[in-house]
């Protein structure tokens, strides 16, 4: 099974700044990631699709990159609204794994 | 509007079984393959089952394997989930969820998701 691990698991920011955490493959999975977004009570989102491809209706603020191995997902100038979670998943082979998510909390 | 609407979750006694079900509409249901996704309490989100559009193509995880069946009835745009042998870490809100691209011979991005369904196994 194709193991999915996020950095950090947590970090503090300030509405306006710029976050960035990445998504690391235990093999080669192409651009089969996607990025989704999870807050208390609510369903998850999909914010981005293989690796880089912006869901539509999701902000330009997000942005995706990465192939292979190595994958980031990159917050430009912080929302009040985009304090959640927020997990990686490779679609390269099932399991379809999820990694165990950066918690995005306020500084 | 796209949506799917989740329903049969409880309160069940371990070793106990449920259906699950997620009833779709807003688009063409026998295009996609669909799939479950299960969070349990103060944990992440964990991948449980997919299931191809004709409803051949089943897959599970590991930790589910042989106590859970996928299966969808495309007549009524309906996808379900038999889960069997419960147990207390089977507790979870469990989400149905929609392929972002309509079959292409894999399992994509989640691009619609329910509201969940909350099973929890208790005595």
């Known amino acids: 099974d194709i193991q999915m691990t996020q950095s950090p698991s947590s970090l503090s920011a300030s509405v306006g700044d710029k976050v960035t955490f990445t998504c690391r493959a235990s093999q080669s999975i192409n651009i089969y990631l996607n990025w989704y977004q999870k807050k208390p009570g609510k369903a998850p989102k999909l914010l981005i699709y293989t690796a880089s491809s912006l869901q539509s209706g999701v902000p330009s603020r997000f942005s995706g990159s990465g192939s292979g191995t190595d994958f980031t997902l990159t917050i430009s100038n912080l929302q009040p609204e985009d304090f959640a979670t927020y997990y990686c998943q490779q679609t390269y082979t099932t399991p379809l794994t999820f990694a165990q998510g950066t918690e995005v909390e306020a500084k | 509007e796209v949506q799917l609407l989740e329903s049969g979750g409880g309160l069940v006694q371990p070793g106990g079984s449920l259906r699950l079900s997620c009833a779709a509409s807003?688009?063409?249901?026998?295009?996609?393959?669909m799939s479950w996704v299960r969070q349990a309490p103060e944990k992440g989100l964990e991948w449980v089952s997919s299931?191809?559009?004709?409803?051949?193509?089943?897959h599970y995880a590991d930790s589910v394997k042989g106590r859970i069946t996928i299966s969808r009835d495309n007549s009524k745009s309906t996808l379900y989930l038999q889960v069997n042998s419960l147990r207390a870490e089977d507790t979870a809100i469990y989400y149905c969820?929609?392929?972002?691209?309509?079959?292409?011979?894999?399992?994509?991005?989640?691009?619609?998701w329910g509201q969940g369904t909350m099973v929890t196994v208790s005595s």
């Open positions: 969820a929609k392929d972002h691209f309509p079959n292409n011979g894999r399992f994509d991005a989640f691009d619609i």
């Open positions: 807003g688009f063409t249901f026998r295009n996609y393959a």
């Open positions: 299931i191809g559009g004709s409803g051949g193509d089943t």
